[in-house]
């Protein structure tokens, strides 16, 4: 496997680390805008192995379709892994397959509220540009995974392991994210920094959160999709390991694009733990407009207000080191085995401390980073493989959460868990099993 990998942000650097430990790949193109951040992943890359690296630096435009094929052409790349901002999707997407190369992603193409029922229809949705290539995909014989990090990828994952293995009959996927991550300044004082791109959390958050429901689809999955307003029903959820009970609210996520595509579900929803803080702040930003990506002119100068708000906060690359506590990505399925109830949250958790001892990354960075890799090595040794445009549910489960789970060097030596909950009471905690 030949990879070119664009992005040497948190998490293409951590993805480089992790892939370092492994031996699936011939060659791994770190591609940057910033030549010298692309050089500094691949030193730090190549510090964690003996002998030849297969990691080299290289400059390209992720907003140049042309200039991603071309440089792909040019190392014979295999796989374009895309590790950059959504915003930059499709031209990767396009220059991927225009270079023959198969593509992975961690986060989909943009959505646009509908113009006129935002908040009750969608308009066009998370993925739906990708998706409208799927036939591209296929006729030319590659492959497009899309969304395999840890929120889409590895809750993805999940619920395809509770619907082959789990359950029968499946009422909700319901992908619930949640931490205790506490960020303090030089005096050990609590301050306010998000643990990632505050643009993202914006577009994430704001947008008209999407729900499925199989009673509104008719058949039609299309169909079966809804909006709602932001931090629409808002849920006390009772997070394992330590990090206990968060508020979680709909938040417009992947998920909800993917699962009804492949697995059969009555409701698939996805809510996050972002507690009052964070809601009081992004509802505040978005009465004042200083959440539009539109620019405006401020003495002479254009800039975009949101540009403009991730700019002034901490930058999510410094405060690792601040920063303490776990954060949690599972899905709660809920349904029914052998005739019976049942309710099962499955889930992974990362430690900061850990994340930053280890690969220098923050825990949801490391998080993200660590699917996408166990998912290329399934495909380099052909475990998985298919061709169109997918999502991480249309695979199988089982061989990703083993690969996950074994001990290195085996495996990633990183283990999932699932909790049986009271189907009576699901957002509570209870025994955790691990498989």
Known sequence: MRVLMIGAGGVGDAAAKIAAERDFHELWVVADHDPERAEATVAAATARREGPSPFVAARVDASDSAAVTALALEHGATHVFNA???????????????????????????????PERPHEL??????????????????????????IGVEPGLSDVFA????????????????????????????GNEVFAPGFSMWTIIEECLNPPVVWERERAGGDVEAG????????????FDFPEGIGPVECVHVEHEEVLLMPRWLDAGRV????????????????????????TEPVDVK????????????????????????????????????????????????HVADNEASMRDYDARAVVWQTALNPVVARELLATGVWSGTGAKGPEAFDARPFLELLAAPAPQGYGSPWAMEERDPAAPNRSAATARP
């Open 84 to 114: 950059v901002d959504p915003r930059f999707v499709m031209p990767i997407y396009d220059g991927a397959l225009a270079a023959g190369a198969d593509y992975l992603d961690m986060a989909m193409s943009l959505s646009t509220p509908h």
């Open 300 to 347: 002479g100068v254009r800039v975009s207000p949101r540009d403009v708000v991730a700019a002034v906060l901490p930058d999510p690359g410094t405060i690792g080191p601040r920063m303490t506590g776990r954060t949690c990505a599972g899905v709660l399925v809920t349904g029914t085995k052998d005739g019976a109830p049942r309710a099962v949250y499955l889930y």
């Open 269 to 292: 929803t996805f809510k996050y733990g972002l507690g009052e803080q964070m809601i009081a702040m992004l509802r505040m930003l978005h009465e004042l407009g200083s959440d539009s």
């Open 160 to 187: 395809g392991y509770a619907a082959d293995e789990l359950f029968d009959d499946i009422d909700e996927l319901g992908t619930r994210d949640g931490a205790n991550l506490v960020v303090r300044d030089e005096d």
């Open 122 to 147: 969608p308009g066009t949705k998370l993925g739906d540009r990708q998706l409208a290539k799927a036939g591209e995909w296929e006729a030319a014989g590659r492959l497009a995974l899309l969304g």
């Open 225 to 236: 999709f809804a909006t709602m307003p932001p931090f629409a029903e808002p849920e006390i």
